[in-house]
């Protein structure tokens, strides 16, 4: 996949959380972003896949431009699929029908095709037994595979991942993580921001890592993570390792 | 067999044994005593009881509740058909339908009902040219209660996190699909308790239209108060006819919210 952002800037109100950000990733199957909290992370993820359109600047991804057309956009969303921190499943639908019916009514498939396809994927990630739940009855961990479940029905293009697992404790964590290893795997593109630098390491190609609204610094993710070249990313990678 | 045992609720988490018999006296007593204050309460008034001639007129009574039944019932439908559509136009993004939706919901909640059912019966129905007095009571209390439930709705629609609406963003849904899929079932559920209590208002308050001289429930029940030239014997019939409609709404009420809890 690429990646082209050029001096983007996000403002909400008076606080621009994107400052004129640049970055530019070809030939990349998992990108990795790091940085700290409130360095711009969720809002790099919500311009890339199309849920905000920046203030100004230019995002291209794999030759198109994602642009301020609000219908552009949602066509846009229908081929990425996105997986939030607290997976925002919808509480008044069971598991399965929260995969199937984006299925049946954003992407055509009839009724039956959309539940095959999302009791496939149930297997798929051991969910079997929890099809005809409520998200409430769910553990975080099951709700966040789900989650990905749903991103991952309409085959899309790319998935973006919000630190799927920072609600989650080290059992369930573990789970999920297991669950995304699966989509790389099987040869999806992926885009996670995350605050493990050992999933990075080993997960992602290529790691960027984001503070204060610009990108610090971007590169394999090996070098990045043991090796950075910038003060800024040294002092964040140390600040890391010592929790 | 202490008054502990037998008075104060457990506290959570201690299993204690004899919970319905608990609540079995408990409510024995709570009913007693009221009945004891009612009782002491009419004894002071040294009144002739005369319950036959109440009930002779039973089926005057009778009919009287089923006219508010039925009245109510049919209020009920266009009040939540009107205070849906009102929602809606609150939510318009087109000012004019906005402030309309506002002034209606204002106008209605800030004056009394029995203002508004002179006004509506006197004025804008003897304009109107509406003969039918079923048809301006039912009219009434539909545009009355409508602007509750409009109320109600709104909430209801303003509860849904802003995190569901990102979510119904990220699989691709319209702004149409949004509100059929995500916001109006999620509205509709977390209204339900509240428009359940709003039903048995819609009920309770349609007794004012006795006033227009509709032959509802309460009109019937003065009316035989004035036949039999007593003073309350129709009262309680008139009570307990209310309570068995109200009753089971409120009931339904918290069952629907103990089952709800789940969903939100
Ligand atoms: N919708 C929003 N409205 C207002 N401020 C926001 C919004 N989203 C993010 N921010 C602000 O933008 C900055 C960057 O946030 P975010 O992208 O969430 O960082 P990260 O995901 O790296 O923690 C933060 O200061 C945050 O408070
Ligand atoms: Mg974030």
Known sequence: MKLFLKDVVQSYGGLRALDGLDLAVEDTSCLALIGPSGGGKSTTLRLLSGLEAPTSGSIVINGQEIGDDTDRRRRFRKQVGIVFQAYNLFPHLTALANVALPLEKVHGYSTTDAILKSESLFERFQLEDHMMKKPAELSGGQNQRVAIARAIAPDPDIVFLDEPTSALDPEMTAEVLDAIYGLIEGEKRIVIATHQMGFAQRAADTVALIAEGKLVETGPSKQVIETPNTPRAQKFLEACLDR | ?264
């Open chain 2, 1 to 264: 067999m202490s008054f502990n045992s037998l008075f104060l609720e457990p506290r959570k988490g201690n299993t204690a044994k004899n919970k319905s018999v608990r609540k079995a006296v408990s409510f024995l007593v709570a009913i007693l005593t009221l009945s004891i204050v009612l009782f002491a309460s009419f004894a002071t008034l040294s009144y002739q009881w005369n319950w036959e001639a109440a009930f002779r007129y039973r089926l005057k009574f009778l009919d009287g509740w089923f006219t508010t039944l039925k009245i109510s019932s049919v209020s009920f439908i266009f009040a939540f058909v009107i205070g849906s559509l009102s929602t809606l136009c609150s939510k318009s993004r087109f000012l004019p339908l906005k402030y309309l939706s506002l002034l209606y919901v204002e106008l209605i909640r800030g004056t009394p009902l029995l203002v508004q059912i002179f006004l509506f019966y006197y004025v804008i129905a003897d304009a109107a040219n509406v003969q039918n007095r079923y048809v301006v009571g039912v009219a009434i209390m539909a545009i009355f209660s409508g602007a509750y439930i409009s109320e109600i709705l709104r909430a209801g629609i303003e509860s849904v996190g802003r995190s569901q609406l990102l979510s119904a963003k990220s699989i691709g849904f319209t702004e149409y699909q949004t509100f059929r899929y995500v916001i109006a079932p999620q509205a509709l559920r977390s209204s339900l308790p509240a428009l359940a209590g709003q039903t048995a208002n819609l009920i309770k308050d349609s007794s004012l239209l006795s006033i227009i001289a509709i032959s509802e429930f309460t009109l019937n029940a003065q009316e035989v108060n004035a036949i039999t030239y007593s003073s309350f014997e129709s009262f309680f019939p008139l009570a307990i006819g209310y309570l068995i409609i109200t009753l089971p709404i409120m009931r339904l009420s918290r069952y629907i919210e103990e089952r709800l809890r789940y969903d939100t």
